[in-house]
């Protein structure tokens, strides 16, 4: 388990999301650590740890660990392996109870060891995210929320939208705290190590 040893990142730090067109469109050239990150994926599981590989393996290399929350599947561990990332960093958390999820990632994201916190909610709303945004603010790594659809109103700095199309994995940055840009980049074919 995360043993706390770490100190937390400054909120306005930033780290490369591993795609230099992808930070080209974010203010500070990356992911903004201390924030939650709102990507919308029409289906969980195909392709959205793809994106972040890069910042996973960072987030590792940093000593912190790799949280999934409620996946909803099971994480496919020969493929997360061979892209680089070490299981024992990694901690797989799935509440017996759906409304122990929330008060699980509040703890998670407030704890300065872990380097990444990502779910996958069915639902949730402004108040929810107003309480997961300020315990990632708190513990300085990044809060990810794979959602289906975004909400009108949401404190996340960083708004992406995936979609597949031709074999092809892409990325529109709807919304990014600090720009007025926006833009949809390609990042290659749609596969990932994702699912068993």
């Known amino acids: 388990a995360p043993d ?3 100190t937390s990142t400054p909120a306005s730090a930033f ?10 469109l974010l203010p500070g050239g990356g992911w ?44 496919y561990t020969p493929g997360l392996t061979q892209a680089g990332l070490d299981l024992s960093r990694i901690l797989c958390v799935d509440p017996v109870v759906p409304a122990d999820l929330w ?11 872990c380097g990444i916190v990502m779910t996958w909610p069915a639902h949730c709303d402004a108040t929810i995210l ?3 945004q300020l315990a990632v603010e708190a513990g300085g790594g990044l809060g990810i929320l794979f959602l289906r659809q975004t909400m009108a109103h949401s404190p996340a700095a960083v708004r992406l939208e995936l ?3 031709a074999d092809a994995l892409w990325v529109h940055v709807n919304k990014a705290r600090g720009s007025w840009k926006q833009g949809c980049i390609q990042l290659g074919r749609a596969d990932a190590p994702a699912r068993s």
Do not use: S
């Not at 780290?15 to 080209?24: I, K, M, Q, V, W």
């Not at 008060?103 to 060891?113: F, G, I, M, N, T």
């Open 130 to 132: 107003r309480r997961l």
């Open 4 to 6: 706390g040893r770490l």
């Open 32 to 75: 903004p650590m201390g924030r939650l990150i709102e990507i919308q994926t029409p289906t969980p599981g195909l392709a959205e740890i793809r994106l972040l590989l890069p910042a996973l393996r960072q987030i590792q290399a940093e000593g912190r660990w790799i949280i999934w929350a409620a996946p909803p599947y099971r994480p």
């Open 15 to 24: 780290r490369p999301t591993g795609h230099p067109e992808l930070d080209a």
């Open 163 to 165: 979609a597949y199309r």
């Open 103 to 113: 008060w699980c990632l509040e703890k998670l994201l407030r704890h300065p060891a």
